[in-house]
């Protein structure tokens, strides 16, 4: 059996104000399955030129319901971010950790 793994992630950009802000640093922990709700570390697919993106955090918000093994994600900031409406439901291997809180604030 293997054990959930914690890791630390900072945030960067605006995705997901107003709720994360870029610099904060996460406490993730890697292995769990998704939970719809909760903000997670995610893996996007590569954008329109095939270009990887980085790992990103955003809100699984629920199965894809043609594709329930798939998830739906979305940014908090309605303004900012890659979401599911760009890309597409994530396979559950593309939801990397799920985020257990806040570590450290950035000021400002």
């Given at each position: 059996?293997?054990?959930?793994l914690p890791a630390l992630v900072r945030v960067r950009g605006r995705s997901m104000l107003p709720t994360?802000?870029?610099?904060?640093?996460?406490?993730?922990?890697?292995?769990?399955?998704?939970?719809?709700?909760?903000?997670?570390?995610?893996?996007?697919?590569p954008d329109a030129s095939g270009r990887p993106r980085p790992l990103s955090v955003k809100r699984v918000t629920g199965p894809d319901p043609d594709a329930p093994e798939r998830w739906w994600v979305d940014s908090d900031n309605a303004a900012e971010g890659?979401?599911?409406?760009?890309?597409?439901?994530?396979?559950?291997?593309?939801?990397?950790?799920v985020v257990a809180g806040l570590v450290w604030r950035t000021l400002g």
């Amino acid at each position: 059996m293997r054990l959930p793994l914690p890791a630390l992630v900072r945030v960067r950009g605006r995705s997901m104000l107003p709720t994360y802000r870029d610099g904060d640093v996460l406490l993730v922990v890697r292995g769990v399955p998704p939970r719809p709700g909760r903000a997670h570390v995610v893996r996007l697919p590569p954008d329109a030129s095939g270009r990887p993106r980085p790992l990103s955090v955003k809100r699984v918000t629920g199965p894809d319901p043609d594709a329930p093994e798939r998830w739906w994600v979305d940014s908090d900031n309605a303004a900012e971010g890659v979401t599911s409406f760009d890309v597409g439901s994530l396979s559950g291997d593309d939801i990397v950790a799920v985020v257990a809180g806040l570590v450290w604030r950035t000021l400002g």
